[in-house]
């Protein structure tokens, strides 16, 4: 049986969808490297901490933590939308903005390829 191609589905370009898989992926490796290194500068979790600290050294770790845990939350987050775009991939709704569902420009992917919304839903959003 042959497999029709529906020409009226949006759809990313097929042969696009690799290299962006790759690209998803690897990039997804790196920010869990990111977000290890990150939780390891984190004061907190440093085993040789004192707990007698003085207040001086407790005021610099405090700052370290909140740092660290900023950093970590950002690329959490990053990883996190990489995963989904991946998932969307997978099941062929790459490109295909999660709100509107119309397609999400090509140029906007280029630059950030873990994006699931387009431009203008974007926006919606951040209203
Ligand atoms: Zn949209």
Redesign the pocket.
């Known amino acids: 049986m042959k497999k029709t191609d529906n020409d009226t589905q949006l759809k990313f370009p097929q042969k696009l969808l690799k290299p962006i898989k790759s690209f998803l992926e690897s990039e997804i490796v790196r920010l869990k490297r990111t977000e290890k290194g990150i939780k390891r500068s984190d004061p907190f979790s440093d085993p040789g901490r004192t707990l007698e600290n003085s207040s001086e050294e407790d005021a610099d770790e405090q700052i370290g933590h909140f740092e660290a845990q900023v950093k970590a939350r950002f690329v959490t987050k990053q990883i996190v939308q990489l995963r989904r775009a991946l998932s969307l991939l997978k099941i062929g709704k790459y490109g295909i903005?999660?709100?509107?569902?119309?397609m999400?420009d090509t140029d906007r992917l280029a630059i950030h390829p873990g994006v699931t919304?387009?431009i203008?839903?974007e926006k919606e959003r951040e209203k």
């Open positions: 903005c999660e709100s509107c569902g119309k999400i919304v387009c203008k839903c």
